[in-house]
Antibody, heavy 119, light 106 residues
Framework: QVQLQESGPGLVKPSQTLSLTCSVSGGSVSSGSSYWSWIRQPAGKGLEWIGR???????DYNPSLRGRVIISVDTSKNQFSLRLSSVTAADTAVYYC???????????WGQGTLVTVSS | DIQMTQSPSTLSASVGDRVTITCRASQRISIWLAWYQQKPGTAPKLLIY???ILESGVPSRFSGSGSGTEFTLTISSLQPDDFATYYCQQYNSPYTFGQGTKLEIK
């Protein structure tokens, strides 16, 4: 059973870069054929897919965020990370990390972490 | 991008009711459609993938159907634990979610 845990600052200033890490247990970010994803949810609103990275290192991003988002992997720590630059209040949300299962989209999710963009 | 439109946005029903939620894709996605259940303060839970395959451990009162652009999630007999918000998701990258359907107690 894969378990995921998000970590990072809960408060980021406008125009700065949001950085979050997802720690993985029960699975490996560097083996097999899995996608490691980030999804966010503003308070009281729906889910927005941010992007994903494959174990091969290839990435896909939400076009609405492309240019501001980078997802990367740290195989030595069995973690993957999200960097979102030039943040505004509109980026305030609960951020989830997730990964797929065999033939499924996001089967395993972290508990989510709230990031607030405010000065 | 592929847009996903769910209806209704809110659904009021009673325990024991049969309910159906619809999800429409702006272009054909074959069967690459998933359904999630989310309760307040928790992460979404995968219910159905490939439009109709029930995730392990999910009660059989949940079912999904459809292909192409039109999909449905049906709960055959609502239980108290089913009152939650439901999202569809198409998973042809870039993935997109529907806006959600809140299932409320009537």
């Amino acid at each position: 059973q894969v378990q995921l845990q998000e970590s990072g600052p809960g408060l980021v200033k406008p125009s700065q870069t949001l950085s979050l890490t997802c720690s993985v247990s029960g699975g490996s970010v560097s083996s097999g054929s899995s996608y490691w994803s980030w999804i966010r949810q503003p308070a009281g609103k729906g889910l927005e897919w941010i992007g994903r990275i494959h174990t091969s290192g290839s990435t896909d991003y939400n076009p609405s965020l492309r240019g501001r988002v980078i997802i990367s992997v740290d195989t030595s720590k069995n973690q993957f990370s999200l960097r979102l630059s030039s943040v505004t209040a509109a980026d305030t949300a609960v951020y989830y990390c997730a990964t797929d299962g065999s033939g499924t989209p996001e089967r395993y999710w972290g508990q989510g972490t709230l990031v607030t963009v405010s000065s | 991008d592929i847009q996903m439109t769910q209806s209704p946005s809110t659904l009021s029903a009673s325990v024991g009711d049969r309910v159906t939620i619809t999800c429409r894709a702006s272009q054909r996605i074959s069967i690459w459609l998933a359904w999630y259940q989310q309760k307040p303060g928790t992460a979404p839970k995968l219910l159905i993938y490939q439009a109709s395959i029930l995730e392990s451990g999910v009660p059989s009162r949940f079912s999904g159907s459809g292909s192409g652009t039109e999909f449905t999630l049906t709960i055959s007999s609502l239980q108290p634990d089913d009152f939650a918000t439901y999202y569809c998701q198409q998973y042809n990258s870039p993935y997109t979610f529907g806006q959600g359907t809140k299932l409320e107690i009537k």
